[in-house]
């Protein structure tokens, strides 16, 4: 939400494609408005099995636009990336009437338009056209809480927006959001924007042929007094569903109430916390505790360890080796993986809100070789895509993770040291067939496990076996 840049003014429209192709993209019954089942018409089982890499165009690439971004879809794929997130590419607000800008990409100026520094809509329709050849899905970011101050909706409808009075047309009484007064706030009690915002979304999504949002501040704050009340976001989640079916919502919320209603995922704050605490208070203990409580509050979530409001993820987690062992667990945990904005090349530069260029030049080849071989390996296997996870106990729980993810005849163990010690114990896993080792290799340290069974971790060690079943 904070803010870093400044971006011209533009009130340009996106661009329609042609009934006829508009038509073969979302189906005939949808332009009908024809009613779909959706548990008929969806298969959503490709959610799970995801990996989500969130872009902001204008700090990913050199030429900092969507063609920026296309250019580099290959590289993502190849890296298990199958679902790119486009962070805000609408206009961004300036300074008008005495509110401020600071050139935040979730202060909307235009809710209908591309940012012109980011290219067309032509640049969009190829972005997306060349992903969906690659088998990747892109979402974009939907800013549904405030707007900015020079958007036009402040003046056209007034009533959209949270008032310090009862005088609901006076545009000079609309209060801003949260402690943000670069944007302003919503009403959601007003119908009129509500049936704005769904047709807003339903326009992008016939328009470009998108594969879903996702929705910034949807539980804010938390609860039955939140900005964005739930029934609203369940409503959405319908008329979405009509217009395309098996897409993706992905809301920036993490409780029961919004579980399928509509968010297919939520945030994995909890363990991402869990994860932090266990490794700066040096108690591994604390991720089994927090991922407890994360799948009996939200058990589709995204695994994250960076995003545009945290600390890069080598500073959170005790520099490189702590970010690739946490990797480690997000990308053969139960959770959906996020990749942050070349988090896969040991980006440490930024701090909340980063708005520096990534640079490339100085990818970390130890970050690169460790993300293309779980990418694979997580590609290879449903085991560790969708399979069950389960948590075995080892003599050291203090210091490592071991757990184990199954699906039909195949299972893995994985081993994972987030101390800064060596690790030496056993598990216990149950007999059966050997295991065989498949972890990653490159320059960190090598797993050794003994003729008992045990494990030889080093320092942020990690390890990673397959079997089949009998």
């Not at 007003?190 to 704005?196: F, I």
């Not at 920036?252 to 208070?281: R, T």
Request: charge should be neutral; hydrophobic fraction near 40%.
């Amino acid at each position: 939400m904070l803010s870093f840049k400044r971006c011209r003014r533009s009130m340009n429209r996106s661009v329609n494609r042609s009934f006829k192709a508009f038509a073969a993209t979302v189906g005939v019954a949808a332009l009908l408005g024809a009613p779909v089942n959706r548990a008929c018409a969806e298969d959503q089982s490709w959610i799970k099995s995801s990996v989500i890499y969130c872009v902001f165009p204008s700090i990913f690439s050199p030429s900092g636009d969507l063609a920026g971004v296309t250019h580099e879809l290959k590289r993502l794929k190849d890296t298990g990336v199958t679902v790119v997130w486009l962070m805000p590419i609408t206009p961004v607000g300036h300074a008008v009437n005495g509110h401020p800008s600071f050139g935040s990409p979730y202060c909307v100026q235009n809710y209908e338009a591309i940012n012109p520094e980011y290219g067309t809509a032509k640049d969009l329709h190829n972005l997306v056209d060349t992903a969906h050849r690659l088998h990747m899905k892109v979402i974009l970011d939907a800013v549904l809480n405030h707007s900015a101050w020079d958007n036009a909706l402040i003046t056209d409808h007034p009533d959209y927006y949270a008032h310090s009075d009862t005088n609901i047309h006076d545009p000079n009484t609309i209060r801003h959001a949260f402690s943000y007064n670069d944007v302003a706030q919503f009403d959601y009690s007003s119908p009129g924007l509500r049936d704005y915002m769904i047709g807003m979304l339903s326009r992008w999504l016939k328009t470009y042929d998108l594969d879903g949002f996702r929705f910034d501040a949807a539980d804010n704050p938390s609860g039955p007094n939140r900005l964005i009340p739930a029934d609203f976001w369940q409503e959405l989640g319908r008329r979405l569903h009509k217009v395309k079916p098996n897409i993706l919502l992905l809301g920036e919320s993490g409780v029961p109430e919004l579980a399928d209603k509509p968010f297919d995922v939520q945030y994995g704050w909890i363990l991402y916390d869990g994860v932090k605490n266990a490794i700066q208070e040096s108690n591994a203990a604390k991720v089994h505790d927090a991922w407890n409580y994360q799948v009996s509050q939200t058990p589709s979530y995204i695994a994250m360890q960076d995003n545009w409001d945290k600390l890069r993820d080598i500073h959170t987690f005790g520099g490189p080796e702590g970010a690739l062992a946490v990797a480690v667990f997000n990308q053969t945990g139960n959770g959906v993986p996020l990749i942050y904005n070349g988090m896969e090349i040991g980006n440490a530069e930024g701090k909340v809100n980063p708005h520096g260029k990534i640079d490339w030049s100085k990818a970390n080849p130890v970050f690169t070789a460790l993300y293309k071989q779980l990418g694979a390996l997580r590609g290879h296997n449903a085991a560790l895509r969708e399979g069950r996870m389960a948590w075995v106990p080892n003599n050291m729980p203090s210091q490592v993770l071991t757990y184990t993810k199954t699906a039909k005849d195949t299972e893995f163990l994985v081993e994972i040291n987030l101390s800064k010690d060596v690790a030496k114990g056993t598990v216990s896993i149950p007999a059966g067939a050997a295991w065989t080792d498949v972890t990653p290799r490159g320059p960190w340290p090598a797993p050794v496990r003994t003729e008992s069974g045990g494990f030889v971790l080093q320092p942020k060690g990690f390890a990673i076996y397959r079997r089949t079943r009998d």
